[in-house]
């Protein structure tokens, strides 16, 4: 039995940094970087009252919208997006493959004896480990796509809550240059605090556009992303599992993964 637990053995799903969201991210700031440093004085674009009021008042409405424990999650959540470990459609259709055909040749107890092998993707894990144990395909596909359903619905409202964030941060930072224009106007008389008054005003609006435009909306769209490749991948592994626990045949199986991948990505295990 050790020869098909090495048959089962799943590839490592890609790990490491997302290259594409870091490009961008150090791209973006290191071009304004640039233009800022070209342009002399550096030191006038830091201004940490503006700054707190656009990064402090985002979190704050933001908040309102949502709670903070939904917040600190959504945050969490960009973390493991940088840091995404992803799955190619084709190679998890392959191995759902081998899963089936070795349930196909020596039964579905076969494959309590690989279930180690799959402890790298834990949705499939879960689904073989419920056949195994006798539960019947129909009951298995109900639990994994209900499984399925609310892993998408958590990473939809994490998405929303960096829309949302996107949203205000550019309000954030018009109330900064409220505030900034007249604290100015406020103190005419000084002309010492017109310059730090005018530095609050601009620079607010300047934060609020940079953290809408190259951060929170371009991460939302990247959760999405990573999102719609997760639940693709997810979506092959309940296939598998309900057909592997109707006793079909592996080729019916390959089949119906091929009807949900996309043309790019689809398999010929079998010929």
């Known amino acids: ?10 590839a490592r799903p890609r790990s490491g940094l997302d290259l594409a969201t870091l490009i961008g991210l ?18 006038a674009f830091l201004n940490m009252p503006g700054f707190l009021i656009v990064l402090g008042g985002t979190f704050a409405v933001t908040s309102m919208c949502f709670s903070v424990g939904e917040v600190a ?3 969490q959540v960009v973390m493991k997006t940088i840091a995404y470990s992803g799955r190619d459609p084709s190679e998890a259709a392959i191995q759902v493959l081998k899963v089936a055909e070795l349930a196909r040749r020596q039964g579905v107890l076969a494959l309590q004896n690989v279930t180690d092998s799959l402890a790298s993707e834990p949705f499939l894990f879960k ?8 539960t019947p395909g129909e009951e298995v596909e109900g639990i994994m796509r209900r499984d399925l359903q609310a892993t998408v619905q958590r990473h939809s409202k994490s998405a929303g809550i960096l829309r949302k964030a996107a949203e205000y941060a550019p309000a954030m ?8 224009l007249v604290q100015m106007l406020g103190s005419l008389d000084d002309p010492s605090t017109i310059g730090p008054s005018m530095a609050v005003a601009l620079l607010t609006t300047f ?31 309940t296939m598998g599992v309900a057909s592997i626990g109707r006793q079909e045949n592996p080729r019916r199986l390959e089949m119906l993964l091929n009807s949900v991948l996309p043309p790019a990505k689809r398999i010929q295990y079998f010929d």
């Open 1 to 10: 039995m050790a020869d098909s637990q090495d048959h089962i053995r799943m």
């Open 26 to 43: 150090l791209g973006g700031f290191g071009l304004i970087g640039s233009a800022i440093l070209l342009g002399g004085q550096p030191a």
């Open 73 to 75: 999650r959504a945050f």
């Open 127 to 134: 689904g073989v480990s419920m056949v195994v144990d006798g």
């Open 173 to 180: 930072g018009l109330i900064g240059t409220l505030i900034g």
């Open 207 to 237: 934060y609020g556009a940079v953290l809408a435009n190259m951060v929170f909306s371009p991460l939302a769209s990247k959760l999405e992303r990573n999102s719609g490749e997760e639940a693709l991948v997810n979506s092959l592994y």
